[in-house]
């Protein structure tokens, strides 16, 4: 049957009646939901409903409303991590690490912050030295939570804010540099200056943001006059290199000069003090051979003749005999005598080579004993 026949009967193929007046009336609809609903908490219209499915269906609504409100009032706050408490939006307290127990909301409200966590951000721009040149320049900050009160409330958007602030004490530092300063030894520096003047900012708009690093990259010039900056760093390279090979070898020459000077010194030090050693020495013996002269003068001006002769003929390899008898026959054992004023030369040379000891001064004990003896001693 088709459905607009209009002899047949009323009803659509799923065996509902048409209703030719319009769409459902809407306070027929809400009204039988509320009988459905009655009837399923034991209102009039669940005629088929028991008490006692009734009182299973409550307790269990009472306990889904229990653990919905124990999930709303009990908080676990991570190691990591701070409870920021908020009692109608406004701060409360901050809760440490461990569980807690709170109102419910919407009374208060509990936003965890992880404190321990860095995080990293970048700033890269051109940027103008105090010089006017132009450079690029790429910092990387890394920053933490270190009062989750005031990270939450006192700005609106920290992480936006801190960059904001680098690129402005970037800007501020690399205004106040040359350029040389910038890309070769500066770098180091001009990030520390960078951390106590981003921190300063960030303290002065109580940020709660704790800056534990601030790493620059090496500057860079722009591309279009690289070659250049390349060239004149190459320059500054070489002429570095040159003045360090000048300082090694005016140090070398320097050095070398001084260890001359200091031996030179040391010489004239250890000659002056053999010098006035032997002066010393020499006068020390004068006096002595003064007073034994003014004990027997005779005596110690031939020991004194007799001394210089032989200190004298020592030297000497002719042999002269003097002999009052007048013979004709004498042995001479002239190879002895040659090799005893060999030897004698060669102890005075070792002599000479020992260290310089103050002279013998005879006694005058010694020399009335040589006077009896008929002996001359030999004073060096």
Do not use: C
């Amino acid at each position: 049957m088709a459905w607009n026949d209009p002899d047949g009967d009323d009803r659509d193929p799923w065996g509902n009646r048409r209703n030719d007046q319009g769409p459902p009336d809407l306070d027929e609809v809400v009204r039988k939901m509320q009988q459905k609903l009655g009837g399923l908490f034991g209102g009039r219209g669940g005629g088929s409903g028991s008490g006692g499915e009734n009182a299973a269906v409550w307790a269990v609504v009472g306990v889904l409303a229990l653990a919905l409100l124990a999930w709303e009032m009990v908080y676990r706050i991570d190691p990591a991590e701070a409870g920021v408490v908020m009692r109608f939006g406004k701060y409360v307290t901050t809760l440490p690490p461990g569980p807690h127990i709170r109102l419910p909301r919407p009374i208060e409200e509990v936003v965890k912050v992880n404190i321990e966590r860095i995080q990293t951000l970048t700033a890269d721009s051109a940027m103008l030295t105090g010089d006017e040149n132009i450079v690029e320049v790429e910092v990387a900050v890394q920053y933490r939570v270190r009062e989750p009160q005031k990270y939450l409330f006192r700005i609106a958007d920290p992480d936006v804010s801190v960059q904001r602030v680098t690129e402005a004490a970037i800007r501020d530092i690399i205004g106040q540099s040359t350029l040389d300063f910038v890309i070769t030894e500066g770098r180091a520096e001009i990030a520390a200056s960078a951390q106590s003047l981003i921190q300063e900012i960030l303290d002065n708009y109580e940020s709660g943001i704790e800056v534990s690093s601030v790493n620059m990259q090496p500057a860079k010039p722009p591309e279009e006059v690289k070659a250049a900056f390349d060239d004149a760093i190459k320059a500054r390279e070489d002429e570095q290199r040159k003045i360090n090979e000048a300082e090694a070898y005016r140090n070398e020459v320097v050095e070398r000069a001084q260890g001359e000077a200091a031996r030179i010194r040391l010489d004239a030090e250890a000659y002056k003090e053999r010098i006035v050693a032997q002066a010393d020495g020499e006068a020390k013996r004068f006096k002595q051979l003064l007073t034994e002269y003014e004990k027997a003068p005779e005596v110690t001006r031939q020991r004194l003749y007799l001394e210089t002769l032989e200190e004298v003929m020592s030297e000497s390899t002719k042999v002269i005999v003097d002999d009052d008898r007048g013979s004709s026959l004498m042995y001479l054992p002239i190879d002895k005598l040659i090799d005893k004023q060999r030897e004698s030369a060669a102890e005075n040379a070792a002599q000479s080579v020992m260290p310089e000891r103050t002279p013998y001064v005879p006694s005058s004990e010694d020399s009335m004993r040589d006077r009896r003896s008929g002996r001359t001693r030999t004073v060096r």
